[in-house]
């Protein structure tokens, strides 16, 4: 598609921390931040579902928001945001120290105050969905006021979801998007594809399954796996792709694309991301255009 106008508003909801390397780079990140970042580069309509605290590291944040035209919705007056400290080992793996903060702090009468109407789609993370703190995260998640699009970027904290939040989510406007080791995590060992769709159709919800070199399948369940083929690129860099991808795949819900092609521009997002050094913001729509002209 060569015509790309996003009109419906993405609620990037969970955090915005500083990350900070070893040669005290200093960045804004968390996993919300980035996919509202990349968002803004295409020119979406974002509400602004991250936590601002009273420190220096909320201060950077606020600042970092206000550039990106981010209004703050949500404050925390008691804490300060959290960081994250990177170090890069021999080998060539990254080992990190999270120091928590007001992000991982939510109650019900703080996201009663969000701005939702039936057009609004929701974006959250799995961070702020697992262990006790995301329980008001969980239950708000579980009684959205309209049949909108939701989509759920459990990661690493999959494991610790159960099958109960799961059955309450069960809705067909529900997006699951998993790489293939969550896959595993969720579904069990075995046929990948073969359980996503057993999955899918036991809980009536949709999966991206984000298989690297083999594409991204979706999985409703009810129809058989539908393969959307990655974009071969350089690849340079994983960090941040993840997020990349989630960021093109709203992209194109908030335009108004049937759900196999948002997944298409969420594969060529994520693919400038992964052909770039360091986490990028991602591409804007003219970049996309360049990269991709036979699209």
Not at 6 to 15: E, F, Q, R, T, Y
Not at 38 to 62: D, F, S, T
Request: aromatic residues 6%; charged residues 15%.
């Amino acid at each position: 598609m060569s015509e790309f106008l996003a009109v419906k508003p993405i609620l990037a909801l969970g955090s915005a921390i500083v990350e900070v390397t070893l040669t005290q780079e200093q960045k804004i990140g968390g996993c919300a931040f980035n996919v509202a970042r990349a968002l803004k580069r295409l020119q979406v309509p974002v509400l602004n579902g991250m936590p601002v605290g009273n420190g220096v590291w909320g201060a950077a944040i606020e600042a970092e928001m206000e550039s990106l035209g981010l209004q703050v919705l949500l404050r925390h007056g008691q804490m300060d945001n959290g960081r994250r400290m990177t170090q890069m080992q021999p080998s060539g793996k990254s080992l990190s120290v999270i120091e928590p903060g007001c992000e991982t702090q939510w109650n019900k009468a703080q996201l009663g105050t969000l701005p939702l109407s039936e057009d609004t789609l929701i974006y959250i993370s799995g961070e702020q969905l697992a262990g006790e703190s995301g329980e008001a995260v969980r239950e708000w998640l579980t009684r959205l006021p309209f049949d909108q699009w939701r989509l759920i970027d459990p990661g690493p904290g999959i494991a610790q979801l159960d099958e109960d939040f799961f059955a309450m989510l069960s809705d067909s406007h529900t997006l699951l998007t998993l790489n293939r080791n969550e896959v595993v995590t969720l579904c069990g060992a075995g046929d990948a594809l073969t359980l996503a769709q057993q999955f899918a159709a036991a809980h009536n919800i949709t999966l991206i399954c984000r298989l690297d070199c083999d594409g991204v399948w979706i999985c409703r369940g009810d129809t058989p796996p539908l393969q959307i083929a990655a974009y071969p690129v350089n690849v340079v860099d994983t960090l941040g792709a993840g997020d990349a991808h989630c960021a093109g795949l709203l992209a194109g819900l908030s335009a108004g694309w049937p759900l196999p092609q948002a997944v298409d521009l969420a594969n060529r997002v994520a693919a400038c991301v992964v052909a770039t050094q360091g986490a990028s913001d991602g591409p804007d729509w003219q970049q996309l255009q360049q990269r991709f002209p036979d699209v």
